[in-house]
Structures are given as C-alpha cells and as structure tokens.
C-alpha cells in the first residue's frame, strides 16, 4: 500500500468518525480536546449520562455520585475525585452537541484525528518491519481500528 | 476594528430555524439553509491562516463576497485580533456579555448585520485549534 492510497483509506475512517459527532449526542471535552470512551475511540454518548458513566470508570471515580456542576443548558462540569489522593482533578467539561456548535467539535475532532494519522502513518511508513506490503497494509489497517474504527463501529450501534 | 462594529446582542435566531445537509459542506451534518459558506482560521503565531468552506456556494452574490472580505479585512488585519489568542482575550475583555464557557474553552460571540448578508464571528481560545469562525448568510 503506497502512501498516497494509505491517507485516503485513513481520510475516510476520520470521516466516518467525524461525521459520528451529531447534534443531540455529548462530549467529554478535556483541556484542549475530546476525549474517547474507554475500551475504544469512541467519540460522543447518546446520553449525558452515559458520558458520565463512561468518564467516571476511564478515571476510577472514587465517589459514588459524580459532583457535575450546571455551566448552563447543555453544558456541565464534572469533577472525578482522585481514587488515590482523595483530591478533586481539574474537571472536564460534559457538553450536548448542537447545531450551532457542531462544525467546531467536528473540526476539533478532525484536527486530533488527522495529527494522530500523519505521526502513525509517517512511523509506519519508516519502520523497515512494515518494508513489504502486507505487513504496511496490515498495519494501516489495524492502526485505523485501533483508533478509529471502533468509534464508528460504537456509535452506529447507539444512533 | 476600524470600520466596523460588531453587536453581541444582534443574534440571528432565525437562521437556525431552518437547517437541511449541503453536498458543498465539509461534514454531512445539517447547515443553516441561509448560509452562503464559512471562513476558519487559526493563528500561526505570526498571522492568520484562514480557510474558506462553501455551504450554498450559489448564493454568492458579489455584494457580500465583498462586505465579508472588508469585514474579515477588518477583525483579522487590526489589532489587537491580528496577533491571535492574546489579541483575542485582550479585544473580548471589553464584551463580557459575548462569552460562553464550554469549561476549558470560552468562545466568544460577534455579529454583524451587513447590507448584502449578515455575519456571526465566533472567537475560541483554546490553544492548538482553530479559534476563529466567520459565517456568512443571505439576509
């Protein structure tokens, strides 16, 4: 697989995974981007809920309600206690995807997406164990389920 | 800015009334049926880099292609906005009003209502994206 046909491969996971992002679903939103679900890249929740729920479990939530704190509609705070230390963390922001903030997450998104792409294509592409072609395209394609497919996959089964 | 002065108050409530998907758009995601096409920006450190996204590229008249140019001419070519986030913190101070706090990030909301079209500017702050939206709309 030369590098040409491996971007637009991984272009069109990204899109998928973008276009995944839908008015009416939530975010997790941490310091400077969205953050995946556990157990896969998944990338928004039906539910603020189940966004909670996720989030909680990824960082070992030591309480048994989470502390979610309203900014205003749409728009929340979550704060998960540190299992270890006993001390709040910095919190992440919980938010409901709308259709006036839609195309800038889409965006955030895609930018994340495309700069994991050309770091994993270009250490793919310069490893001499992926030099034959199927053991290059194999890995393409299993960089693109890790990352990216399972998100697809996760959230085609919750719409 | 020198020519212009955006409102924080004159929203266009309306234009989100009636949403459909566009083939031009980027994302398969509904767009307001009034908007002509977007601009998006992000600042290098030195300058702007912009991008423009069409949406209903056919609704173009030159009339606003032209207002919007003088108008971006205006917020991203004049301090403080030209030198990025801290122009942008620095301009937004004065608008208290214009600010909604996603958390991590507040995103600051202008409008400008032209003669060819009217205009939702939107700042972001949030380092390593793009934090500057320009869309356009038929009136």
Known sequence: MEYEAALCFVNEKIQCAVDSLKSGRWIVLGEDNIIPAVGGPQFSYTTKKDAIFDFGCRCLDARRIPKVKKLRDGVYEYYVKDCDDGHDKSPVSIIKLTNKNLGEYQDMLRLDLETIRDEELDSIFENPLYADDDARKEAIVSFTHREIYECIKANSETV | ?139
């Open chain 2, 1 to 139: 800015m020198e020519k212009y002065q955006l409102s924080t108050t004159r929203t266009f409530e309306d234009v989100w009334a009636d949403m459909a998907p566009s083939e031009e758009a980027l994302s398969s995601s509904p767009y307001p049926k009034k908007e002509v096409f977007y601009l998006r920006g992000d600042h290098t450190g030195y300058r702007w880099y912009v991008e423009n996204f069409p949406v209903h590229r056919d609704m173009a008249t030159p009339e606003l292609k032209h207002e919007f140019n003088e108008l971006m001419k205006d917020i991203l070519e004049t301090e403080p906005i030209k030198s990025g986030i801290p122009g942008i913190l620095e301009f937004c101070k004065d608008y208290p009003e214009s600010v909604l706090k996603d958390g991590s990030m507040n995103r600051y909301n202008f409008y400008y209502e032209g003669e060819a079209g009217n205009y939702w500017i939107q700042f972001l702050d949030m380092p390593k994206n793009y934090n500057f939206y320009a869309h356009a709309y038929v009136k």
